[in-house]
């Protein structure tokens, strides 16, 4: 059943100049109003039909009509790369100043557009104190300290004030309200935050919104409902969702089955747009399902490139793969080359591997002092067995730092740690073995 907002507000979107469809959608036929915005869409390429088209594509999708979304964020492209003409700005905001409600919204788009700024903000404000929520959002964002819209003094107060108007009335804009009800934030409640987050991720579609909510999840230890949102996230955008979803079918986290070939195919994209960016893991988890499936050669060809430029756990990989002869003959010395790269890059399983054949001597003679100063990095890194090796070469000669780091990795959950704590009150030292792997 069609709510009276949604016929209220497409009514409010629609001008007095069309035909049949114009009254159907108007009516609140929504069909037709998909229709009437494909007509727009298809118009003399005005900003101000492609713009109605828009908004109207907009609220379609708001109220789940199939293929308003995907219209839209067409739209958008076009509508971002279409400066328009003085005149028409003119024309616009002469209609706003009739009353016209329509002539306030695409006004201020056109506005916007030709960086105006502050004519936009002005009609966005018009356009929002006669009910266009979407103008609310936008006027919202213009407020927020956090974006760098332009046109009003940045005010969070007055942010709040009309996220909240948007989202209330016409589910527009609910995520970025949620921001203020995060942890830490002036209204910190992770309830509200989480219902927010939900609405804008159903009914807008928002893909960081869904991500949000699959974090909700994943930290209430509801895995199969985070999974499941990680990949709607991903659907819409997000790659965060997307490689959190990937990770989830590449390690088969909790009770997600595993499944690299989809993982990899889902990475694959994204990393080919950030290949050379260390801030991010995507090409890393592509080399990773690339192991997985036991393509080997193509792995090392994507760990070489990202440990080139400068991916630590990239580097650890290749090392881990000259180490044990993985598509390559066995060479400590190379490993070791690959060791030092990934710990001086701050991955702490680098540091833990280099510290492990500096103690035991593996492609370099053997140096206990420097091997603990490694494996004490590396236990800051939170690798387990580096805290456990560092508090046994410490139980000789400083039993306070042996006890630290006893009781750092047994905090980790590693057993022999923990003993390792009673051993050392009992005056009973334990022997540093080398690694099984």
């Given at each position: 059943?069609?709510?009276?907002?949604?016929?209220?507000?497409l009514s409010l979107l629609t001008?007095?100049?069309?035909?049949?469809?114009?009254?159907?959608?108007?009516?609140?036929?929504?069909?037709?109003?998909?229709?009437?915005?494909?007509?727009?869409?298809?118009?003399?390429?005005?900003?101000?039909?492609?713009?109605?088209?828009?908004?109207?594509?907009?609220?379609?999708?708001?109220?789940?009509?199939?293929?308003?979304?995907?219209?839209?964020?067409?739209?958008?492209?076009?509508?971002?790369?279409?400066?328009?003409?003085?005149?028409?700005?003119?024309?616009?905001?002469?209609?706003?100043?009739?009353?016209?409600?329509?002539?306030?919204?695409?006004?201020?788009?056109?506005?916007?557009?030709?960086?105006?700024?502050?004519?936009?903000?002005?009609?966005?404000?018009?356009?929002?104190?006669?009910?266009?929520?979407?103008?609310?959002?936008?006027?919202?964002?213009?407020?927020?300290?956090?974006?760098?819209?332009?046109?009003?003094?940045?005010?969070?107060?007055?942010?709040?004030?009309?996220?909240?108007?948007?989202?209330?009335?016409?589910?527009?804009?609910?995520?970025?309200?949620?921001?203020?009800?995060?942890?830490?934030g002036r209204l910190a409640d992770?309830?509200?935050?989480?219902?927010?987050?939900?609405?804008?991720?159903?009914?807008?579609?928002?893909?960081?919104?869904?991500?949000?909510?699959?974090?909700?999840?994943?930290?209430?230890?509801?895995?199969?409902?985070?999974?499941?949102?990680?990949?709607?996230?991903?659907?819409?955008?997000?790659?965060?969702?997307?490689?959190?979803?990937?990770?989830?079918?590449?390690?088969?986290?909790?009770?997600?089955?595993?499944?690299?070939?989809?993982?990899?195919?889902?990475?694959?994209?994204?990393?080919?747009?950030?290949?050379?960016?260390?801030?991010?893991?995507?090409?890393?988890?592509?080399?990773?399902?690339?192991?997985?499936?036991?393509?080997?050669?193509?792995?090392?060809?994507?760990?070489?490139?990202?440990?080139?430029?400068?991916?630590?756990?990239?580097?650890?990989?290749?090392?881990?793969?000259?180490?044990?002869?993985?598509?390559?003959?066995?060479?400590?010395?190379?490993?070791?080359?690959?060791?030092?790269?990934s710990c001086g890059l701050h991955?702490?399983?680098?540091?833990?591997?280099?510290?492990?054949?500096?103690?035991?001597?593996?492609?370099?003679?053997?140096?206990?002092?420097?091997?603990?100063?490694?494996?004490?990095?590396?236990?800051?890194?939170?690798?387990?067995?580096?805290?456990?090796?560092?508090?046994?070469?410490?139980?000789?000669?400083?039993?306070?730092?042996?006890?630290?780091?006893?009781?750092?990795?047994?905090?980790?959950?590693?057993?022999?740690?923990?003993?390792?704590?009673?051993?050392?009150?009992?005056?009973?030292?334990?022997?540093?073995?080398?690694?099984?792997?």
């Open positions: 059943m069609r709510s009276a907002v949604a016929i209220l507000v001008s007095s100049a069309r035909a049949d469809d114009d009254k159907e959608c108007r009516s609140g036929n929504l069909p037709a109003c998909m229709t009437l915005a494909d007509r727009e869409a298809k118009n003399d390429g005005k900003v101000h039909n492609v713009s109605a088209a828009f908004l109207r594509f907009q609220l379609l999708c708001n109220y789940g009509v199939a293929g308003a979304c995907a219209r839209a964020d067409e739209l958008t492209k076009i509508i971002e790369h279409r400066r328009p003409r003085p005149s028409e700005m003119t024309a616009l905001a002469l209609q706003c100043r009739r009353g016209d409600a329509d002539g306030c919204l695409l006004g201020a788009m056109a506005a916007q557009l030709g960086e105006n700024d502050s004519l936009a903000a002005d009609l966005y404000d018009r356009a929002c104190t006669f009910g266009l929520m979407f103008a609310c959002y936008r006027l919202a964002l213009i407020y927020d300290p956090d974006t760098e819209w332009e046109g009003r003094a940045k005010d969070d107060a007055h942010a709040f004030k009309f996220y909240e108007r948007a989202c209330n009335l016409a589910g527009v804009g609910c995520h970025n309200l949620s921001f203020y009800y995060r942890s830490g992770a309830e509200k935050e989480y219902a927010l987050a939900l609405t804008d991720c159903e009914r807008q579609h928002n893909g960081e919104a869904c991500l949000t909510v699959a974090s909700t999840e994943y930290a209430r230890r509801h895995p199969r409902a985070a999974h499941r949102r990680f990949e709607q996230a991903c659907e819409l955008g997000s790659p965060t969702g997307c490689d959190e979803f990937a990770h989830d079918l590449l390690h088969g986290r909790d009770e997600t089955p595993q499944d690299p070939q989809r993982a990899l195919s889902v990475m694959r994209p994204l990393c080919k747009d950030a290949e050379a960016d260390t801030t991010v893991d995507y090409c890393d988890d592509v080399g990773f399902a690339l192991d997985a499936t036991d393509d080997i050669q193509d792995a090392r060809v994507v760990f070489a490139r990202r440990c080139e430029v400068g991916s630590g756990i990239a580097c650890w990989w290749m090392g881990q793969a000259s180490r044990t002869a993985r598509g390559e003959p066995k060479d400590l010395t190379r490993a070791l080359t690959f060791y030092r790269r991955f702490a399983g680098g540091c833990y591997r280099l510290g492990v054949a500096m103690h035991f001597g593996q492609g370099i003679r053997a140096n206990p002092h420097a091997a603990l100063q490694r494996f004490e990095e590396a236990c800051d890194g939170k690798v387990v067995a580096a805290c456990l090796a560092a508090a046994i070469l410490q139980s000789s000669a400083d039993r306070a730092k042996a006890q630290n780091a006893f009781e750092r990795g047994c905090k980790l959950g590693d057993d022999d740690s923990c003993q390792g704590i009673e051993l050392l009150k009992a005056g009973k030292r334990m022997m540093l073995t080398p690694p099984r792997d």
